[in-house]
Nanobody, 124 residues
Framework: QAQLVETGGGLVQAGGSLRLSCEAS????????MGWFRQAPGKEREFVAG????????YYGESVRRRFTISRDNAKNLVTLQMNSLKPEDTAVYYC?????????????????WGQGTQVTVAS
């Protein structure tokens, strides 16, 4: 059974850093495009970062560009999201997702698998 499990969330002060991990089981991420999304209370789920099959191509949401870095390790079946210079507005549940489909990597609609999410809270 395909599964994604996110870890690494927590409470951090503004300006701090967190590193989220997403471990896949039941399938090999090397065959999938991977993404991170987040959802704050009362808001829609939004794209944070994505990485194509090749680690050369990475994409970021405008609000996290130059602060967050997505990485993938196909050998470990692992995707990470390094988050630096965190702001209170980064507070949300963060989800890892995998897709084998073409289309915009920023679209929630193309993803086959989703994790259960991990809470990130940034205190001001």
């Amino acid at each position: 059974q395909a599964q994604l499990v996110e870890t690494g969330g927590g409470l951090v002060q503004a300006g701090g850093s967190l590193r989220l991990s997403c471990e896949a089981s039941g399938f090999f991420i090397e065959n999938y495009r991977m993404g991170w999304f987040r959802q704050a209370p009362g808001k829609e789920r939004e794209f944070v970062a994505g990485v194509e099959w090749s680690t050369t191509y990475k994409y970021y949401g405008e609000s996290v560009r130059r602060r967050f870095t997505i990485s993938r390790d196909n050998a470990k079946n692992l995707v990470t999201l390094q988050m630096n210079s965190l702001k209170p507005e980064d507070t949300a549940v963060y989800y890892c997702a995998a897709t084998s489909a073409l289309g915009s990597i920023k679209s929630i609609h193309i993803y086959n698998y989703w994790g259960q999410g991990t809470q990130v809270t940034v205190a001001s």
